[in-house]
């Protein structure tokens, strides 16, 4: 027995995985070289799972911007805004982020996980009411575990539970603070945002929206879901990272709350971590213009998205309620998904797998994310790996994307 | 309400069930994480109530439930 044995349950897991040769836990690429190609086994490898949407990371600006940041001031901060202080990168993110969303304040955080933890644990204290939903990501719920707030799951995407479970709640001192998310990371589905916002409103509770997977990816201007569903005024508080669209890491929360900035002073995931390095900040900065200056990137990404989702599901698969960069493929079961998955990983495809216990309804998913930096004939090649690999399990009984025509 | 939290699990878990205000949720029934959430949400329905999560992660047998739920109805919730 050794002290981590209580978790032997997911090496069994992991395990059989392991007997199928899959092991999607060490992927080693040789080089990563480009948004959308790396090398894998010494064969180029479209890249088809890294949530890069705008493609950005190898943007020739950003890393100029970065470069410079880093020969000027530095490779870390080495410590704490608290304790080592603010660096001019930090302050104009943060007032390039505020501008970007029109609200009063912006706060960077570290990564997006540590914005979740930051957030969710002091917005709400011993007392008030968190109502997540249930799909929720897991820095999410670990950010309402480090809390003293009261924790109430709602079912996934459903405004009328949330709200009976709001009514429940009448008469109940404390305050409500509503989270969901913008796009959902595993079936790229979207949060019901103008009815929950309605809920919201009528229940007088707080709304935040985790936008990870929506910045640059939806609105008229790439704020998110709240700007596609025109409920910008009823958010109070919008979360996001800089680790998809933005293509670096590190995350943010913005809000037109007056005394925002009291988060400064005890906010722990904030106050207790090394800020980001001058060339994160950088880099992040530039993109965000780029975000801002080319709309064309989310019109390629939706097209390429839709173009994907559409092949996929002309061949029969099972994919998720709506085209958008997250695709995913329901599996029979975990065994077929790693099978299929190293299959097409032997093709020259890299998508993710996902099984059980990170995916709704326990679900083992093939996963992919779409970029704005993939060529027309990427999704095709990724939609020919795909449509061969089914062949070969048993999947595709007969071959319907040339029977669906012209995508 | 031992007979209607026997229903329920029926219910969720789609066969005849047996418990005593023994029995364990998880162990003896066997059910995964994603059981018991769908469970929770079933009994949360049927008594009109929300058993918060901390509340939840307390519960390992049929008597832990019955009395999670006679406290949340009558609202002396520890």
């Known amino acids: 027995m050794t002290i981590l044995a209580k978790h032997a349950g997911y090496r069994q897991a992991y395990d059989a995985l392991l007997a199928h040769g899959v092991d999607p836990l060490n992927v080693r690429f040789d080089s990563v070289l480009s948004p959308t190609e790396g090398l894998w086994n010494g064969r180029r490898t479209i890249l088809l799972g890294t949530n890069n949407y705008l493609g950005l990371t190898f943007d020739s600006d950003c890393i100029e911007r970065a470069v410079e940041a880093t020969r000027g001031q530095g490779t870390g901060t080495t410590g704490s805004r608290v304790a080592n202080g603010t660096y001019d990168g930090h302050k104009r993110l943060e007032e390039a982020l505020a501008d970007f969303y029109g609200r009063e304040h912006a706060m960077v955080f570290s990564t997006g996980y540590q914005a979740n933890l930051g957030v969710l644990s002091t917005l709400v204290g011993r007392g008030d009411h968190l109502m997540l939903d249930a799909d929720s990501h897991a820095s999410i719920y670990d950010g309402s575990r480090l809390g003293m707030a009261e924790v109430i799951r709602f079912r996934h995407n459903n405004p009328d539970d949330l709200y009976k479970r709001l009514r429940r709640l009448e008469g109940v001192p404390g305050d409500r603070l509503i989270v969901v998310e913008g796009i959902y990371s595993m079936l790229g589905d979207t949060a019901p945002l103008k009815e929950i916002a309605a809920v919201k409103r009528e229940t007088g509770a707080y709304l935040l929206v985790d936008e990870a997977h929506s910045l640059g990816v939806l609105g008229r201007t790439g704020r998110g879901l709240a700007e596609a569903a025109g409920v910008e005024a009823d958010v109070d508080f919008i979360v996001g990272t800089f680790s998809k669209s933005l293509g670096s890491v590190g995350g943010f929360c913005v809000s037109d709350s007056p005394d925002f900035d009291l988060l400064r002073i005890v906010c722990r995931p904030y106050m207790f971590t090394a800020s980001l390095p001058p060339g994160v900040m950088a880099s992040t900065h530039e993109a965000l213009k780029k975000l801002r200056a080319e709309p064309a990137l989310r019109v390629n990404l939706m097209r390429n998205a839709t173009r994907l989702y559409d092949g996929l599901t002309a061949m029969g698969f099972q994919t998720g309620p709506e085209p958008n960069p997250i695709v995913a493929v329901t599996m029979p079961d975990q065994t077929t998904a790693g099978v299929f998955w190293k299959m097409l990983l032997e093709s020259g495809l890299y998508i993710n797998l996902a099984v059980p216990p990170a995916t709704p309804a326990n679900a083992s998913l093939l996963r992919t994310s779409i970029s704005a930096a993939h060529t027309i004939q990427q999704i095709d090649t990724a939609l020919d790996i795909f449509a061969d690999v089914g062949r070969k399990l048993g999947f595709l009984q007969s071959d319907r994307r040339r029977a669906a025509g012209a995508l | ?78």
């Open chain 2, 1 to 78: 309400m031992r007979d209607d939290i026997a229903a329920i699990f029926e219910q969720v878990l789609g066969r005849p069930v047996a418990i005593s205000d023994d029995t364990d949720i998880v162990e003896d029934l066997g059910m995964d994480s994603l059981g018991v959430m769908n469970f929770v949400m079933a009994i949360e329905d049927f008594y009109d109530l929300s058993i918060p999560l901390d509340r939840v992660a307390q519960i390992q047998t049929v008597a832990d439930l019955i009395r999670a739920v006679e406290e949340l109805k009558s609202g002396t919730a520890a």
